[in-house]
């Protein structure tokens, strides 16, 4: 069974377009996140919820818009889509505890924008 | 705000042999957790290791292990016995633990490779 999945793997999109990427885990998690790996490989934190509710948002462009309909869920909505989103976005979860650190990654979404 | 640096873009190791990843990283905090990710060609994200700061000992998983100086922030870490299956990035990562949701703090990773 897939922990955290993602959906679509990949897609590509010409600029100014919007999209959505699909995030579900079933480990029973309260906390999901998307991170951005850019071209160079460096993996930053977009933003983090706790039970449908936004803890963090890193200076992300408003463009960029996560919605969480269930503590299962997490979706990434990017509007007027720009050559700089081009990147791979992971989503991941982890339990809530403290002493619960461990971050259960999904497959990625490489996003192309053309 | 939490830094981690990896100096190494780039290391090479001969199969079966040993090799050291290094990492550093710079907080205030007494309480977190570091963990080393491997990132394959599949860009799959897999836990390595991980090391609790409270704990003295360094954590080890089969052929991989850590050395840990909390007092000198570094947090590196050997493969023994390196496999072709090795390859990929290396990530390190450090994680608060005053709450339960904070995010991952990585570095710019270490691309490992191995040669047969």
């Known amino acids: 069974d897939t922990a955290v999945s993602q959906t679509p793997k990949y897609l590509v999109t010409q600029m100014g377009n919007d999209k959505s990427i699909k995030c579900e885990q079933n480990l029973g998690h309260d906390t999901m996140y998307w991170y951005k790996q850019d071209s160079k490989k460096f993996l930053k934190i977009m933003f983090s919820y706790n039970n449908k509710e936004l803890i963090i948002n890193e200076t992300v462009p408003n463009r960029f818009s996560p919605k969480s309909p269930d503590k299962a869920h997490l979706n990434l909505h990017i509007n007027s889509l720009e050559l700089g989103d081009s990147a791979v976005y992971f989503c991941?979860?982890?339990?809530?505890?403290?002493?619960?650190?461990?971050?259960?990654f999904g497959p990625g979404t490489r996003l192309t924008v053309l | 705000a939490q830094t981690v640096t990896q100096s190494q873009p780039e290391m090479s190791v001969q199969e079966a042999e040993t090799v050291t990843l290094s990492c550093t990283y710079d907080t205030s905090e007494s309480d977190y957790y570091l963990f080393w990710y491997k990132q394959p060609p599949s860009r799959q994200m897999i836990l390595v290791i991980r090391?609790?700061?409270?704990?003295?000992q360094n954590a080890t998983e089969n052929r991989f292990s850590v050395n840990f100086q909390k007092a000198a922030k570094s947090f590196s870490l050997k493969i023994s016995d390196s496999q072709l299956g090795d390859a990929a990035m290396y990530f390190c990562?450090?994680?608060?633990?005053?709450?339960?949701?904070?995010?991952?703090?990585f570095g710019k990773g270490t691309r490992l490779s191995v040669i047969a």
């Open positions: 990562a450090y994680r608060s633990a005053h709450s339960g949701n904070t995010p991952l703090v």
């Open positions: 991941a979860s982890s339990p809530h505890s403290p002493r619960g650190a461990e971050q259960f």
């Open positions: 090391q609790e700061a409270y704990k003295q």
